[in-house]
């Protein structure tokens, strides 16, 4: 198939066109299947499910922690290779443990020893580059920004939760910025795209991401350990091990990762290498059997994590490249240049109580939970060598949850899931800006480098909330039911933020007490320098309440194929600006709602050798909370603020096949296709609309093939050869910079389309027990724009380019 891109400024009349007829004809392709597969089923031999003993476990909702996420093969030859067989992969994306096949719902599932024999997952948001219609760019292995089906939050307060759920071990983390963290001694990752309000924690508009650690075990430790080395000083190193501790009572598991890397960027003005990272994490499980009917599993982690040196640069649009005052930045994209000190050091910790009553037929199960993160970054804030604005951030944030659920036998015909929910989470942060004198620091001068100036932002944010949930599943006829699902939530939040700023010549060295700690020892006045109330107090108090629901009705139309619909409505808090830098910018944005309308094919082929699935989709979107750049009521000059989007539509398809076209081959492709628009968004208190607007990081087509080629050796060794390759069309990183009259950069704020190809190559023994792998990340070493801003004033933007090409060898060895 050939993808034709375009530039920004043809992009919405070219790619829509290119778009409409692949939906069309893409759509014909899903009715299709559906006739083919009837035709099919009176022939065709069902496949080969794995274990039956595990499927059926998984189907009557009676979940014990030390199952395995994955079931064995169908069959399984002498050299313990599986054979031609997909086998089946069990999931717990209704809170029952299921195989994902027959979850009527949109899943991605990566397993465990996927994750780690591919190298993913430096970084949680990695996980999303094998998902259709989803991306989640980090930088460094900090926040992502996790975006599914067009529905992400770009907003980087720590206190607006992401649409998009992060679950750790079915624990909700509210904390956007501390779910980053790496992914290490898995079970597996599920993504589950669209709207899981219902079930899942809360604010889950986007979809969940449910990463799930592998548990202790009474049968087998499944002790690993791996070392990673690659260029750019790059070292990883990581394990587990674990067993039973007390014979029949007590097991345990203990897991690790320790990363290092050099930065992949010259800092043009130090000299230095800039971007390294330090990533530490380790996690000790406990699981206890109390009972024959009651078990516990307590978890209890830790992450440290650190950067040193800046990995953003400025792309400037005067003459000749120029950014300000003269300076001409450096365009080749492994060139930084930044004269104020860039680093980041973040701490997380958390437990949890994990508790599964087995009560005859029925199942309760209780999970409280405790997370921290505390994290303090210097940043050089203009991304130049000039003195124009630097930055510190000293944050915190502790919450707490309960989740009580209460559940039947799947097996019965009418089964239900009901349950409880409450969450309390706390955040303090401080941070500041400044300009500081000329000759004061190291900087390029000349021209005038603007204003001295100090500013600072203090507030204590509170959230609670409580939600009452429900699912009931109704079997009408072996073939077809119904599942409706509903969830009530109340949540309440409280600020108290105080600003502060002056700006202007009588700032000199002499209005800091102690110009190393610039952002704590300012002695000077404050003024209202910009005709704005930027020094000010506020409390605001909001309280939001919430009905989510979702009815899903599915067909069996044969052993080995489905469809289903699903209609939901999902949910996300309203929240308050806390970045903001003026009473006029204080708003407060409503909730914003979603009606998702989807329609889902599942289907096994060819005695398990190949697995076909679609999906189309419909989203009506409302009060979509964005972050613009205008004028608001009772300002003389522009701000960034968050507002409401009265409305937005998203639409789309995705296609995903697994096969195994012989024993040693085995494939995997899926494409995603959306069309997103803003129906209407207006910036408050201007006439400047943005009508017709894509919604920001939405492409509209991305792909995936993936491939591995299995060649036997002598002695029940193997050589594994692999390659991926994923295509994302254009995207625009800004809601209102998407064409020349919008912003005269747009082209600076967007990104064309692109591929990137990884390539690995493992040696491995039987079973493999040991693995050396040779791998190269970025194969053709594409250059990319992963994220772009607008620079403040409007002289060029804000660049953060993606990863160049790495290389490196691994060794594991499984005991």
């Known amino acids: 198939m050939t993808i034709t891109t375009s530039s920004p400024s043809d992009q919405p009349a070219q790619t829509r066109f290119i778009v409409k007829p692949l939906l069309r004809a893409l759509s014909s392709v899903f009715i299709g299947s559906l006739v083919i597969s009837q035709a099919y089923a009176a022939d065709a ?17 009676k979940s014990g922690t030390g199952t395995t996420a994955a079931a064995q093969p169908a069959t399984v030859n002498s050299q313990g290779e599986s054979e031609a067989s997909l086998g089946s992969v069990v999931v717990t994306a209704n809170k029952r443990e299921e195989t994902a096949q027959k979850v009527p719902t949109a899943i991605t599932v990566l397993s465990g020893k996927e994750l780690q024999d591919k190298g993913i997952g430096k970084s949680a948001g990695e996980v999303l580059n094998y998902v259709p219609n989803a991306s989640a760019n980090t930088q460094f292995n900090g926040r992502p920004r996790w975006w599914i089906r067009g529905v992400g939050s770009g907003q980087q307060q720590i206190d607006m939760a992401s649409p998009v759920g992060i679950y750790l071990d079915d624990v909700y983390i509210s904390n956007a910025t501390a779910s980053g963290f790496p992914l290490f001694d898995l079970d597996r990752v599920e993504v589950l795209r669209g709207p899981q309000g219902t079930l899942w924690g809360k604010n889950t508009t986007g979809g969940a991401v449910n990463i799930i650690s592998k548990k202790p075990s009474f049968n087998t430790g499944e002790n690993y350990v791996k070392a990673d080395i690659g260029n750019y000083g790059s070292r990883i190193f990581e394990g587990a091990v674990g067993g039973e501790i007390v014979s029949e009572r007590v097991a345990g598991r203990l897991s690790f990762y320790d990363q290092d890397r050099d930065g992949y960027f010259r800092n043009q003005f130090t000299g230095q290498r800039d971007g390294s990272i330090k990533d530490t994490a380790v996690r000790g499980q406990l699981l206890f059997q109390l009972t024959d009917n009651l078990e516990a599993l307590l978890n209890v982690h830790r992450r440290d994590y650190t950067t040193d040196g800046s990995i953003q640069t400025v792309t400037g649009a005067g003459p000749g490249g ?12 492994k060139d930084v240049s930044s004269n104020a000190e860039n680093s980041g ?16 037929k029925y199942s309760l199960t209780s999970i409280s939970a405790y997370e921290d993160w505390d994290q303090t970054v210097l940043n050089d804030a203009d991304n130049s060598a000039l003195e124009l604005s630097r930055g510190y951030t000293k944050a915190d944030s502790k919450q707490y949850s309960q989740e009580i659920r209460f559940a039947s036998p799947r097996e019965d015909r009418w089964n239900w899931l009901s349950g409880i929910h409450l969450f309390k989470e706390e955040i303090n942060s401080y941070s500041a800006s400044a300009r500081l004198p000329v000759g004061s620091v190291p900087a390029v001068t000349g021209g005038g480098n603007g204003l001295n100036n100090f500013s600072y932002s203090d507030y204590n944010h509170k959230a609670s909330s409580f939600a009452v949930f429900g699912s009931t599943t109704y079997n009408w006829t072996d073939a077809f039911k119904t599942t409706v699902g509903a969830r009530w939530s109340t949540e309440k939040k409280e600020l108290e933020l105080s600003r502060r700023s002056a700006s202007g010549a009588g700032i000199t060295t002499a209005s800091w007490s102690n110009l190393g700690q610039w952002w704590d020892s300012y002695i000077g006045s404050f003024n209202n320098p910009t005709g704005l109330v930027t020094n000010f107090d506020a409390e605001q108090e909001k309280r939001w309440n919430s009905f989510t629901y979702d009815f899903t009705p599915e067909y069996k139309i044969s052993d080995t194929s489905r469809t289903f619909f699903k209609y939901a409505h999902g949910e996300k808090s309203g929240g308050f600006n806390t970045a903001a830098t003026a009473t006029a910018a204080l708003n407060t944005v409503k909730p914003e709602k979603l009606d998702a309308y989807e329609i889902g094919y599942k289907s096994e082929w060819l005695n398990g050798r190949l697995n076909f699935n679609s999906t189309l989709f419909y989203y009506d979107y409302k009060d979509v909370q964005v972050n613009v750049v205008g004028v608001p009521a009772g300002a003389t000059t522009t701000v960034s603020y968050l507002q409401n989007a009265d409305s937005a539509t998203v639409k789309g398809a995705e296609f995903e096949v697994e096969a195994l076209p012989t024993s040693n081959l085995r494939l995997i492709g899926n494409i995603g296709l959306q069309s997103s628009k803003f129906n209407k968004l207006q910036v408050q208190n201007s006439t400047t609309d943005y009508d017709g607007n894509d919604l920001v990081r939405t492409p509209e087509v991305n ?13 029940d060794n193997k050589i594994v050869t692999s390659l991926d390759w994923r295509y994302t069309s254009e995207q625009h990183y800004f809601v209102n910079a998407q064409n020349i009259e919008q912003n005269v950069y747009y082209k600076l704020l967007s990104q064309a389309g692109y591929s990137l190809v990884n390539a690995r190559v493992t040696w491995s023994t039987k079973g493999d027990r040991l693995a050396i792998t040779g791998y190269v990340n970025n194969l053709f070493d594409k250059e990319y724009i992963a994220h772009a801003l607008p620079a403040a004033p409007a002289t060029g933007a804000t660049t953060i380019y993606g990863s160049p090409r790495t290389a490196g060898v691994s060794l594991t060895l499984r005991f």
Not at 704 to 714: C, G, V, W
């Open 45 to 61: 031999t069902p496949a080969n499910d794995a274990s039956t003993a595990q499927t059926k476990s998984a189907e009557d909702g």
């Open 322 to 333: 120029a950014f300000r005052f003269g300076y001409v930045p450096s365009t080749s994209r």
């Open 345 to 360: 050091d973040s701490t997380q910790n958390g437990a949890s109580l994990t508790l599964k009553w087995d009560l005859g």
């Open 703 to 715: 792909a995936l093939l993936s491939a591995n080629y299995r060649i036997p050796l002598a002695n």
